[in-house]
Protein backbone atom coordinates (compact mmCIF):
# COMPACT_ATOMS: atom_id res chain seq x y z
CA UNK A 1 0.00 0.00 0.00
CA UNK A 2 1.30 3.49 -1.38
CA UNK A 3 1.48 5.50 2.12
CA UNK A 4 3.97 7.89 4.03
CA UNK A 5 4.08 6.89 7.31
CA UNK A 6 5.08 9.54 10.08
CA UNK A 7 6.34 8.60 13.95
CA UNK A 8 5.20 9.82 16.78
CA UNK A 9 1.96 10.36 15.69
CA UNK A 10 1.67 11.99 19.51
CA UNK A 11 4.27 13.32 21.71
CA UNK A 12 4.84 15.54 24.71
CA UNK A 13 8.05 17.23 25.79
CA UNK A 14 9.68 19.82 27.61
CA UNK A 15 11.46 23.13 26.08
CA UNK A 16 15.15 22.15 25.35
CA UNK A 17 14.77 18.78 24.68
CA UNK A 18 15.31 17.93 21.20
CA UNK A 19 13.45 15.54 19.19
CA UNK A 20 13.13 13.83 15.87
CA UNK A 21 10.06 13.02 13.81
CA UNK A 22 10.74 10.50 11.15
CA UNK A 23 8.95 10.26 7.85
CA UNK A 24 9.17 7.32 5.35
CA UNK A 25 7.65 7.18 2.13
CA UNK A 26 7.26 3.64 -0.12
CA UNK A 27 6.32 5.08 -3.45
CA UNK A 28 9.88 6.45 -4.70
CA UNK A 29 8.89 10.13 -4.86
CA UNK A 30 12.21 12.32 -5.23
CA UNK A 31 10.00 15.47 -3.26
CA UNK A 32 9.05 15.16 0.17
CA UNK A 33 7.93 17.89 2.38
CA UNK A 34 7.21 18.87 5.87
CA UNK A 35 3.95 21.14 6.91
CA UNK A 36 2.54 22.10 10.65
CA UNK A 37 -0.98 23.22 10.98
CA UNK A 38 -2.41 25.48 13.25
CA UNK A 39 -6.21 26.78 13.98
CA UNK A 40 -6.74 29.35 11.60
CA UNK A 41 -3.67 29.41 9.77
CA UNK A 42 -3.97 26.43 7.46
CA UNK A 43 -0.87 24.53 6.68
CA UNK A 44 2.15 25.95 6.35
CA UNK A 45 5.20 24.98 4.89
CA UNK A 46 8.55 24.02 6.96
CA UNK A 47 11.33 22.75 4.95
CA UNK A 48 10.94 20.42 1.62
CA UNK A 49 13.33 18.47 -0.50
CA UNK A 50 13.95 17.91 -4.08
CA UNK A 51 16.19 15.00 -3.59
CA UNK A 52 18.61 13.28 -1.87
CA UNK A 53 21.16 15.96 0.01
CA UNK A 54 18.77 18.64 -2.02
CA UNK A 55 16.77 20.80 0.92
CA UNK A 56 15.17 24.20 1.43
CA UNK A 57 13.35 26.35 3.09
CA UNK A 58 9.80 26.84 3.20
CA UNK A 59 8.01 29.57 5.19
CA UNK A 60 8.62 28.98 8.35
CA UNK A 61 11.55 27.12 8.88
CA UNK A 62 13.11 29.02 12.11
CA UNK A 63 13.90 26.61 15.20
CA UNK A 64 14.11 23.14 12.51
CA UNK A 65 16.59 21.16 10.58
CA UNK A 66 15.78 18.44 7.84
CA UNK A 67 18.10 15.77 6.50
CA UNK A 68 17.51 13.67 3.34
CA UNK A 69 19.92 11.30 3.54
CA UNK A 70 18.03 8.21 1.67
CA UNK A 71 15.29 8.87 -0.87
CA UNK A 72 12.77 7.56 1.38
CA UNK A 73 13.50 9.29 4.56
CA UNK A 74 13.42 13.34 5.46
CA UNK A 75 13.51 13.65 9.68
CA UNK A 76 12.06 16.59 10.41
CA UNK A 77 14.59 17.88 13.34
CA UNK A 78 13.78 20.33 16.70
CA UNK A 79 16.94 21.04 18.49
CA UNK A 80 15.93 22.96 20.93
CA UNK A 81 11.70 22.82 20.94
CA UNK A 82 9.68 25.79 22.45
CA UNK A 83 6.38 26.18 23.31
CA UNK A 84 5.37 28.03 20.12
CA UNK A 85 6.42 24.82 18.37
CA UNK A 86 3.60 23.10 19.98
CA UNK A 87 1.40 22.31 16.59
CA UNK A 88 0.05 19.70 14.56
CA UNK A 89 3.25 18.17 11.98
CA UNK A 90 2.91 16.48 8.64
CA UNK A 91 4.67 14.70 6.12
CA UNK A 92 3.80 14.68 2.62
CA UNK A 93 5.73 13.25 -0.83
CA UNK A 94 5.35 13.98 -4.84
CA UNK A 95 6.63 12.66 -7.80
CA UNK A 96 8.22 15.18 -10.02
CA UNK A 97 7.38 13.16 -12.97
CA UNK A 98 4.00 14.04 -13.02
CA UNK A 99 2.76 17.38 -13.69
CA UNK A 100 0.93 17.69 -10.88
CA UNK A 101 0.99 19.16 -8.16
CA UNK A 102 -0.92 15.92 -6.25
CA UNK A 103 1.08 15.97 -2.47
CA UNK A 104 0.54 12.93 -0.62
CA UNK A 105 0.38 13.44 2.89
CA UNK A 106 1.05 11.27 6.73
CA UNK A 107 -1.36 11.11 9.01
CA UNK A 108 0.26 13.54 11.05
CA UNK A 109 2.23 14.01 14.44
CA UNK A 110 0.93 15.88 17.20
CA UNK A 111 3.81 17.51 18.80
CA UNK A 112 3.46 19.74 22.28
CA UNK A 113 6.15 21.05 23.99
CA UNK A 114 5.77 22.28 27.60
CA UNK B 1 3.84 36.36 0.15
CA UNK B 2 0.96 34.22 -1.53
CA UNK B 3 -2.28 34.52 0.02
CA UNK B 4 -4.93 31.94 -0.39
CA UNK B 5 -7.86 32.09 1.73
CA UNK B 6 -11.64 30.55 2.86
CA UNK B 7 -14.79 32.15 2.63
CA UNK B 8 -16.22 30.99 5.64
CA UNK B 9 -14.77 28.64 8.42
CA UNK B 10 -17.88 25.97 8.64
CA UNK B 11 -20.69 25.08 6.17
CA UNK B 12 -23.45 22.93 6.70
CA UNK B 13 -25.73 21.56 4.16
CA UNK B 14 -28.33 18.79 4.23
CA UNK B 15 -27.44 15.20 3.05
CA UNK B 16 -28.38 15.07 -0.44
CA UNK B 17 -27.71 18.67 -1.51
CA UNK B 18 -25.49 20.65 -3.45
CA UNK B 19 -22.14 22.09 -1.32
CA UNK B 20 -20.30 24.78 -2.55
CA UNK B 21 -17.15 25.80 -1.09
CA UNK B 22 -15.44 29.22 -1.96
CA UNK B 23 -11.64 30.36 -1.60
CA UNK B 24 -10.23 33.19 -2.80
CA UNK B 25 -6.35 34.10 -3.33
CA UNK B 26 -4.08 36.70 -3.93
CA UNK B 27 -2.17 36.22 -6.29
CA UNK B 28 -3.08 36.66 -10.49
CA UNK B 29 -0.14 35.34 -11.38
CA UNK B 30 -0.90 31.69 -10.04
CA UNK B 31 -1.67 29.49 -12.47
CA UNK B 32 -2.12 26.15 -10.52
CA UNK B 33 -5.07 25.25 -7.30
CA UNK B 34 -5.26 22.06 -5.78
CA UNK B 35 -8.49 21.14 -3.39
CA UNK B 36 -7.66 19.16 -0.83
CA UNK B 37 -10.11 17.06 2.12
CA UNK B 38 -8.58 16.64 5.95
CA UNK B 39 -10.98 14.10 7.81
CA UNK B 40 -10.82 14.08 11.04
CA UNK B 41 -7.30 12.87 12.67
CA UNK B 42 -6.22 11.87 9.34
CA UNK B 43 -3.80 14.12 6.81
CA UNK B 44 -4.98 15.84 4.06
CA UNK B 45 -6.11 14.36 0.83
CA UNK B 46 -5.79 15.47 -2.69
CA UNK B 47 -9.31 15.65 -4.56
CA UNK B 48 -8.93 17.60 -7.70
CA UNK B 49 -6.56 20.56 -8.98
CA UNK B 50 -7.13 23.08 -12.34
CA UNK B 51 -4.90 24.82 -13.97
CA UNK B 52 -5.43 28.43 -14.91
CA UNK B 53 -6.29 28.19 -18.86
CA UNK B 54 -9.20 26.58 -17.45
CA UNK B 55 -12.61 27.45 -15.71
CA UNK B 56 -14.29 24.97 -15.00
CA UNK B 57 -12.92 20.75 -14.16
CA UNK B 58 -15.04 18.29 -13.00
CA UNK B 59 -14.42 14.60 -11.12
CA UNK B 60 -16.39 12.49 -9.30
CA UNK B 61 -19.38 14.35 -7.93
CA UNK B 62 -16.89 17.20 -7.33
CA UNK B 63 -16.49 20.47 -9.61
CA UNK B 64 -13.97 22.92 -9.49
CA UNK B 65 -14.49 26.42 -10.44
CA UNK B 66 -11.81 29.33 -11.56
CA UNK B 67 -12.65 32.92 -11.54
CA UNK B 68 -9.62 34.77 -12.74
CA UNK B 69 -10.94 37.83 -12.96
CA UNK B 70 -12.44 38.24 -9.62
CA UNK B 71 -9.57 35.55 -8.09
CA UNK B 72 -11.65 32.83 -6.55
CA UNK B 73 -12.51 29.61 -7.03
CA UNK B 74 -15.11 26.92 -5.60
CA UNK B 75 -15.56 23.73 -5.06
CA UNK B 76 -19.31 22.41 -5.82
CA UNK B 77 -19.85 18.79 -4.35
CA UNK B 78 -22.86 17.14 -5.72
CA UNK B 79 -25.45 14.94 -3.42
CA UNK B 80 -23.18 15.99 -0.26
CA UNK B 81 -22.90 12.19 1.45
CA UNK B 82 -22.32 11.85 5.33
CA UNK B 83 -18.72 11.13 4.33
CA UNK B 84 -18.05 14.41 2.73
CA UNK B 85 -17.76 15.57 6.24
CA UNK B 86 -14.46 17.06 6.75
CA UNK B 87 -12.53 20.49 6.23
CA UNK B 88 -11.75 21.00 2.49
CA UNK B 89 -8.43 23.64 1.75
CA UNK B 90 -7.82 25.19 -1.59
CA UNK B 91 -4.11 25.63 -2.19
CA UNK B 92 -2.04 27.13 -5.28
CA UNK B 93 1.70 26.66 -6.04
CA UNK B 94 4.40 29.20 -5.66
CA UNK B 95 5.95 31.30 -8.86
CA UNK B 96 8.69 28.39 -8.23
CA UNK B 97 6.89 25.57 -9.75
CA UNK B 98 5.51 22.68 -7.10
CA UNK B 99 8.07 23.26 -4.45
CA UNK B 100 5.77 25.26 -2.23
CA UNK B 101 1.99 25.28 -2.24
CA UNK B 102 0.34 27.93 0.02
CA UNK B 103 -2.57 26.74 1.51
CA UNK B 104 -5.98 28.52 2.84
CA UNK B 105 -7.33 28.11 6.43
CA UNK B 106 -10.21 25.68 5.91
CA UNK B 107 -13.78 24.91 5.90
CA UNK B 108 -15.29 22.85 7.57
CA UNK B 109 -18.47 20.66 6.13
CA UNK B 110 -21.04 19.23 8.22
CA UNK B 111 -23.21 17.44 6.85
CA UNK B 112 -26.70 17.01 8.71
CA UNK B 113 -28.26 13.57 8.13
Known amino acids: EAQVTQNPRYLITVTGKKLTVTCSQNMNHEYMSWYRQDPGLGLRQIYY???????DKGDVPEGYKVSRKEKRNFPLILESPSPNQTSLYFC?????????????FGEGSRLTVL | GESVGLHLPTLSVQEGDNSIINCAYSNSASDYFIWYKQESGKGPQFIID?????DKRQGQRVTVLLNKTVKHLSLQIAATQPGDSAVYFCADRGQDNFNKFYFGSGTKLNVKP
Open chain 1, 92 to 104: ASRGVIEHTGELF
Open chain 1, 49 to 55: SMNVEVT
Open chain 2, 50 to 54: IRSNM
